[in-house]
């Protein structure tokens, strides 16, 4: 089958790999349909996600139809259309049972710090992933969510990650109606989390990026105030829009590649001293409240990093943070989908074969050409 | 006393913002849809536990070799589902090997993790690019040397002596060990 396979740092290729099987009796195999590629991809594309290797097929936001299922795989069927969260487990430890499938404890041996995930490196359980034709899929009959009928695939894809991701975002502020959210990074987790925040009744939302094409993406879409940080001091700013106080909840949808600070760039970005660039969650220590909630959902790595966590502390604020639990939001979620209140799909400027992920790989890490988000088809049929 | 929070209004935050923003504020139709927490599916965090739907537990164990070693956390048992995606292999294979021998709480386990990628990547590209490399270069050796042999260069003749400036061949420095040697 042809697959995206990691090539070393900056460079990913297409490549037939071997078709993958059945390996444990709840296995399922799925033929991808779409994937998207998420801007945590491009984390393993810099090589700043410890144990990423040479051969290793990406794609974490894909669906599919359900080619085969292994002899105890319960609930779904070859020829269901499904979704799968990005994560990886099984449905029935300490953890599944309470909800929290994104800290399951039978999916990964090489870290505590997270669950198997589908192509995010060997540090997350080494599980290919759905940048490819085939991809397999450990405890389908418990993981996958079938799509409703009226639903798109490309409308169901973000809700595998970048949507379930965004909406956990800002449900960890904890709003209550008439807050400001201050939402760091107007990539597609960013988009999802300003969508959320009205959804559960923000006051106002201010949009933070140095794109000013994805600042303009978010106003248009969502109706959002915006701040390009490249042009002004932000936390100067943003301050001076609350009154001097700082944002009520600020929602960190950046990760380890945050710019805005060249000394955090050069240790962790391209020395690799620390794990990646801290800057976006010290801009959000200091741009929100004190008492306030910093909702911290932007990938980063182990095993440390130069964040500010004396102002953190004297300010009094709260930090939460978590990969989404993405199944429980999935029913929700579609619910708004087909409810009409969104249309998640809208995120996917660029639409492109396999054979293309290369260089949508390149434009989508060096932000060119507009791009918010990028959808692959692995089996041809470009929507 | 009141114990609900005040809901902002458009009007409330155009009054007190110091900075006016360029338009004022419009909510979309979706607006408060979930504004009660009770619609919101993580809240509460925690929930009575509960088997997900389909689940069969505990899951057997799987076979085969899993491509991410376990991490050295001596009470750490090995979970019944992994990965095997790529085997490890080569030296970055016995660095990241050495690297899963300590528990992950241990930073020198990350670090070790990131010097198996960086050798990762270049025993890849070694191995892709040193028989072109090579070939490239014997094949340059073996023209320059043709070269040199159909141009008479094969074996030098001494270069004629340079002319001082007192109009005399200089004269050839014949010098021998033993001149050098220390004399005792």
């Known amino acids: 089958m042809r697959a995206l396979t990691y090539e070393g740092p900056y460079r990913v290729a297409v490549r037939n790999k071997p078709e993958p099987r059945i390996e444990h009796p709840q296995d399922g195999i799925v033929r991808v349909t779409s994937a998207a590629i998420c801007g945590s991809d491009l984390h393993l594309l810099h090589g700043l996600v410890p144990d990423t290797r040479i051969g290793f097929t990406f794609g974490h936001e894909f669906t599919g139809i359900v080619e085969e299922v292994g002899p105890n795989a319960q609930g779904i069927k070859p020829g269901d259309r499904v979704m799968l969260p990005f994560q990886i487990f099984c449905g029935g430890c300490y953890y599944c049972t309470r909800g929290l499938s994104a800290c399951c404890e039978n999916t990964n041996p090489a870290t505590d710090a997270g669950t198997g995930i589908y192509g995010y490196s060997h540090t997350m359980g080494g599980y290919d992933g759905g940048q490819a034709e085939y991809v397999r899929v450990p405890f389908i009959g418990v993981d996958a969510e079938k799509i409703p009928e009226d639903v798109d695939d490309l409308d169901a894809l973000p809700i595998t990650d970048a949507f379930s991701t965004g909406y956990q975002g800002a449900e960890m502020c904890d709003l209550r109606g008439g807050e400001t959210v201050l939402v760091l990074g107007a990539g597609p ?76 760039r050069a240790l962790g970005v391209y020395a690799k001293l620390e794990a990646g660039s801290p800057q976006a969650i010290n801009f959000a220590i200091h741009a929100t409240r004190k008492g306030g909630v910093i909702s911290l959902i932007g990938a980063y790595g182990p095993p440390f990093n130069g964040v500010d966590i004396g102002t953190f502390m004297n ?69 | 006393m009141n114990r609900e929070p005040e809901v902002t209004t458009p009007e409330t935050i155009l009054r007190r913002s110091g900075y006016q923003s360029m338009e004022p504020v419009r909510r979309p139709s979706y607006w408060g849809v979930d504004l009660d927490p009770a619609r919101r599916p993580g809240v509460p965090g925690h929930r009575e536990p509960r088997p997900m739907a389909n689940t069969r537990f505990p899951p057997e164990p799987q076979r085969g070799m899993p491509a991410a070693p376990m991490h050295g956390r001596t009470n750490k048992t090995m979970p019944p589902v992994f990965g095997t995606a790529v085997p490890l292999r080569g030296l970055s294979g016995a660095i990241r090997k050495y690297a899963y021998s300590m528990p992950d709480h241990d930073p020198s386990h990350w670090l070790l993790k990131l010097l198996g990628d960086r050798v990762d990547s270049w025993e890849y590209h070694a191995k892709k690019y040193l028989p072109l490399g090579l070939a490239v270069a014997g094949l340059g050796f073996i023209l320059s040397s043709r070269a040199s042999e159909s141009r008479g260069l094969g074996r030098r003749k001494p270069r004629s002596l340079p002319v001082t400036r007192w109009g005399g061949e200089a004269r050839r420095r014949e010098w021998s060990r033993r001149e050098w040697a220390p004399s005792h």
């Open chain 1, 189 to 264: 987790v960013g988009l999802f989390a300003m969508w959320s925040a009205w959804a559960m009744g923000a006051g106002r939302v201010i949009a933070v990026d140095l794109e000013n094409y994805r600042l303009q993406f978010a106003r248009d879409w969502l109706g959002v105030e915006t701040i390009n940080f490249k042009e002004h001091d932000l936390v100067t700013i943003v301050k001076g829009m609350t009154e001097g106080r700082g944002a009520d909840a600020t929602i960190e949808a950046v990760g380890c590649e945050a710019s805005g600070s060249p000394v955090h």
């Open chain 1, 315 to 383: 300010k009094a604020q709260t930090m939460r943070t978590g990969q989404a639990s993405v199944k429980r939001y999935m029913p929700h979620l579609l619910e708004h989908v087909r409810a009409g209140r969104i249309k998640p799909s809208t995120v996917f400027t660029h639409r492109c074969s396999l054979e293309d992920a290369p260089r949508a790989y390149h434009t989508f890490a060096q932000k060119k050409d507009g791009c918010v988000k990028v959808a692959l088809f692995p089996n041809g049929n470009l929507h």
